[in-house]
């Protein structure tokens, strides 16, 4: 072997800080306890490519990324070890409540169901699309007609269906906003392969209440007992700080903590996602503040 000069030392080592940019304090994580398989949504992490994300978030407990779609993403995770635990498909506004939407929303969720499938990851996203002007139950008798023509192809491939539960204060007019509402979809449906994304960030946005209460702020909800009494409904969760969708920390008001003990107590076995925009700038920081939220939630 030849002899190595201090330059190519220096050369070589520069390039290995390179390719492990995030070395250091992210890199110490204590083993986590493992009760709450968690994910983080992708397009959170803006500067952090699928790969960083993946290497990094392995680290302190990541299983899972969100939102993706079929193709190179794909490889990438299952080259970690990490799981697409959401697979993105159609958009927001233009959902299953429309009767015209169904043959379009179908022949795009039919390869994706079957790409999801193939990777072995196992959840699909839809959703209800707007109300413009439509009554919730006309908008429920819709979704159940259509996504009953698409759900059997879900079971054979062994892919949940889920609707996801968003704030109609933020996403203007959006029908699948009430958990009454959306829990009685999934009955109507009656597949054990549809259920609801119950996102904890929007479902607060929509039925908490900002109280003070001895000079302090606190959220009054009654979340916890609707993730108890309606988990068979629930394949998914999201979160996210409240009422700011920034960091789960001391700064937000739902105690997050108390919350995944509800869920683990559940018996829940799929996964919870973070969907919360973090207020770092630096795809490091961006990095840490991903794992407070798994150290938080590892309960």
Same mark, same amino acid.
């Given at each position: ?35 709450? @398989?968690?994910?983080?949504? #992708?397009? !959170?992490?803006? &500067? *952090? ?5 993946? +290497? %990094?978030? /392995? $680290? ?75 009554? @919730?139950?006309?908008?429920? #008798?819709? !979704?159940?007609? &259509? *996504? ?5 192809? +879900? %079971?054979? /491939? $062994? ?141």
């Amino acid at each position: 072997m030849r002899d190595l000069s201090r330059r190519d030392l220096l050369i070589r080592g520069a390039a290995a800080a390179a390719a492990l940019p995030f070395a250091g304090r992210l890199a110490d994580a204590a083993p986590i306890k493992g009760n709450i @398989k968690q994910s983080a949504s #992708k397009w !959170c992490y803006r &500067g *952090l490519s699928t790969e960083q994300l993946c +290497a %990094e978030g /392995k $680290k302190f407990g990541l299983q899972g990324l969100d939102l993706l779609r079929p193709g190179g993403d794909f490889d990438t995770l299952k080259k970690h070890g990490i799981v697409c635990t959401m697979t993105s498909c159609n958009g927001i506004g233009k959902g299953f409540n429309r009767t015209e939407n169904h043959e379009g929303l179908i022949g795009n969720l039919i390869p994706t169901i079957d790409a999801t499938a193939a990777a072995g990851f196992p959840n699909v996203i839809v959703f209800s699309g707007n109300c413009q002007g439509m009554g @919730k139950e006309e908008g429920l #008798k819709n !979704c159940t007609e &259509g *996504l009953k023509k698409v759900v059997g192809h +879900a %079971e054979k /491939k $062994k892919v949940c269906l889920c609707m996801e539960y968003l704030n109609s204060k933020q996403h203007k007019d959006y029908m699948c906003d009430d958990s009454k509402w959306a829990f009685e979809l999934v009955k109507a449906v009656g597949s054990p392969n549809f259920k609801i994304l119950y996102d904890i960030y929007h479902v607060a946005m929509m039925e908490a209440t900002i109280e003070e209460v001895d000079g302090k702020k606190v959220a009054k909800h009654n979340i916890d007992e609707l993730i108890t009494k309606n988990i068979d409904c629930i394949g998914h969760f999201h979160t996210g700080g409240f009422p700011g969708r920034k960091d789960i920390d001391g700064t937000q008001l739902l105690d997050y903590p108390s919350i995944m003990k509800t869920i683990v107590a559940t018996g829940y076995k799929g996964y919870v996602a973070h969907e919360f925009v973090p207020k770092a700038k630096t795809p490091e920081d961006k990095l840490a503040a991903l794992k407070q939220a798994i150290e938080i939630c590892d309960v």
